[in-house]
């Protein structure tokens, strides 16, 4: 770089001999610049060339154009569910169904556990882990477990890792998941809004609106949000059927998903799969605006607490201790 | 590479006929100057070239196979090319800091280098959006965070401000470099209706896209380690940092290599700039470090991490050292008296202040916001393979351009494309 003067940046036709022999369009110069041109964009074409199965095998001009959620009509969303189907059947090798549930009228949701039950069996992560069909090898789950030490609330003091039997008589467990937020920074952050709030409280992800930026990951509180890293891997005969469009159909590689509280189940009126895998009775699930529901005895009768109120995101998820 | 600016001032002397065959001219001959140089040019685009490639296959094998092939995780999912883009937004900005002396103080000699700074800024921000698409787990839905085709969440996610101020900042750029450009072309004066409030406006917005980029990361409560008001103009002193440093070895480049007239002060300027920045960036550094381990508890755990490591986890302490070493000896060169007759101190320092602020504000700032996670789980984070060779391929990318950018607009601003052209 620091020869002498002679090579040169801009004064560049100096050694050539003056512009005069590049006038013909096919000087031996033009000719050489064109070949390595042509070489240069034939080894781009070929360096990108993975980019050709992926788009053959995981992508279609359907899928490419296909609208936001919300805007989508009835016969639209129609062509969508049949579409995924048909994807699952093809990628998967199993008959699904994919629904459309929508939130009803005069409910929102809410969440409570009951610490001092909760023996830490990881049980709901489980049951999560299969119900929304997560990825086997990475045995995903939207509830982490924190194994909690007596005499502290602090997180840092906890630990999912562990692994010996439970409960242990020295700790309490704190099972965390999608809190629902009221105020989710995790949809504020989303810059083409492939997440948002529904009327009866749960926070969705339209799989196939997300562009993968995951800046909701980085802005939930709770480590809420998991990101399709790669395609997911189920073996077929451990595929849950029985699948919605938000929800638990097998998401597609590179986008963020997130717990719904089964709103597949839930909007059909049954409970969460985590609450019905729960031993104990911890979990508390039910309408919050019906005042003769459990979940509004529960905070109605218990101190509940919500994790990380200072940070004013109005989690829909309480916990509360019996005693 | 240049905007068609049509209709410009001369219009009542140049019809846009007139236009349109001569800028037809101006982009032959950029065609020409890009294309032809010394072996030593040839040899550079090559590996260069070479370089872009190995990025962009990793990139279409990434996309492939999925972002698995980095070492990000749900605990740390923003990583090296986070890290690079918070960076070059913050080199793209760092070129306003000729823009200033040449336009607001009417500084001579920078008026003459000014466009050097301003096509960095060009070349930078194509980095930027570059390091953006790469860190899309689904760039084919790119179209979704376009305004008006998709569906673009403004303003309440600071991520649609930062695509409006970067995409703007290039089209300031791009404007002005290509007007004044294509008037040396014809041989003109360019008017200064044309340039000069898009060149005010750029300075504002230089300071925007940093801002907006820091306020990415600050606005965000559950990351206390980025939660501090003091990021912003920390993210602004480094820039100003980085970004002269690069400019400095850049004229020296271009000193040498052409016949283009650097003048003296337009280094002296950017070395006084560095000189106070980079203490300013220390103060600041200081001052973070200081609310941290004093007030202790949670908020400050982070830090610790970041500078001691956390019982066996320790992956960024080397880095974090580095980079306040390198500062900190950058600093104390820059202030040997008279260093800019010191070429070789100055590019010392140039070189050490540089990295340390990329490592500051990527493995040192993007990556312990997400350590501890949310919940308090240490899963720590360096970079794959993959992610190394993206990153290479971008940086060789933007540097691609930014040769081409100067081997076209160096030879046109000294007059010696017009002895060509004609």
Known sequence: MNDTSQGCGSNCSCKGGGGARDDSLFSRRNLLKGGAMTLGAAAFAKALSPLAHWTREETSVEEFLQ???????????????????????????????????????????GYALNLSICIGCRRC???????????????????????????????????????????????????????????????????VEATWKEEDGIVVVDYNWCIGCRYCEAACPYHARRFNWKKPVIPKDEINPNQSYLSNRIRP??????????????????????????????????????????????????RVFVLKEELGTRPSFFYFFDE | ??????????????????????????????????????????????????????????????????????AMTDHVSWGLYIANFTFIV?????????????????????????????????????????????????????WHIMPFVGKFNWPISMLTWDVIVLNGYLLLNLHICGYLLYKRFLGETPDKRWYVPFVFLSIAWAISIHTVTAFLYCGLGGRPFWNTALL???????????????????????????????????????????????????????????????????????????????????????????????SIIAAILLMRPKVHEHLWTLDIACVLGFAGIWIEKGMGL??????????????EYLPSATEWK???????????????????????????????SN
Not at chain 1, 260 to 284: Q, Y
Not at chain 2, 408 to 415: H, T
């Open chain 1, 253 to 302: 590689q590179g986008v963020m998903e997130k717990c719904t509280f089964c709103l597949h189940r839930t909007r059909d009126g049954r409970m969460p799969a985590c609450l019905e895998a729960c031993p104990t009775g911890a979990r508390v699930f039910g309408n919050l605006l019906d005042p003769h529901s459990e979940i509004r005895k529960v905070i109605d009768t218990k």
């Open chain 2, 1 to 70: 590479m240049t905007p068609p600016d049509a209709e410009t001032a001369d219009a009542s002397r140049h019809d846009a006929r007139f236009h349109a065959t001569s800028y037809l001219r101006f982009l032959r001959l950029a065609f020409r100057l890009a294309t032809e140089g010394s072996w030593l040019f040839y040899a550079w685009m090559f590996v260069l070239t070479c370089i872009a490639l190995v990025g962009t296959h990793a990139w279409a094998v990434q996309v492939r196979d999925g972002m698995a092939v980095t």
């Open chain 2, 90 to 142: 913050g080199l793209a900005a760092g070129g306003v800091m000729m823009v200033i002396p040449a336009y607001i103080y009417h500084d001579r000699d920078m008026h003459d280098t000014v466009i050097i700074g301003e096509l960095l800024a060009i070349a930078s921000i194509v980095m930027c959006l570059l390091f953006v698409v790469v860190d899309l787990g689904r760039p084919d839905r790119f």
């Open chain 2, 232 to 326: 912003a103009p920390r993210f602004l002193t480094s820039a100003f940092v980085a970004g002269p440093a690069f400019i400095v070895v850049v004229l020296q480049i271009i000193r040498r290599m052409t016949k283009m007239k650097i003048g003296e002060g337009s280094i002296r300027t950017l070395v006084g700039i560095m000189r106070i920045t980079i203490l300013i960036n220390l103060v600041m550094l200081v001052s973070e470090i200081f609310t941290s381990f004093y007030t202790g508890g949670s908020h400050g755990v982070s830090a610790k991490y970041l500078f001691f490591g956390h019982h066996g986890h320790g992956a960024l302490v080397p880095w974090m050292w580095t980079s306040v070493t390198f």
């Open chain 2, 366 to 379: 993007i990556i312990p916001g997400f350590i501890p996670s949310t919940l308090h789980e240490w899963v």
């Open chain 2, 390 to 420: 993206i990153t290479a391929g971008i940086w060789a990318g933007g540097l691609l351009i930014y040769t081409l950018l100067l081997k076209v607009a160096i030879p046109v601003f000294s007059g010696e494309a017009n002895k060509l």
């Open chain 1, 125 to 191: 992560a489980e049951a999560c882990h299969h119900e929304n069909n997560h990825d086997r090898a990475t045995s995903n789950s939207y509830i982490r477990v924190l194994e909690m030490t007596k005499g502290s609330m602090d997180m840092e003091k906890g630990n999912v890792h562990y692994d010996h039997p439970v409960p242990h008589p020295d700790r309490f467990y704190m099972p965390v998941q999608c809190q629902q937020c009221d105020n989710p920074p995790c949809v504020d952050v989303c810059p």
């Open chain 1, 67 to 109: 609208k936001h959620y919300r805007e989508l009509t009835k016969i639209d969303l129609e062509l969508v569910l049949k579409r995924l189907e048909k994807d699952a059947k093809e990628n998967y090798g199993t008959d699904v169904t994919i629904t459309d549930h929508r939130p009803q009228k005069g409910v929102k949701f």
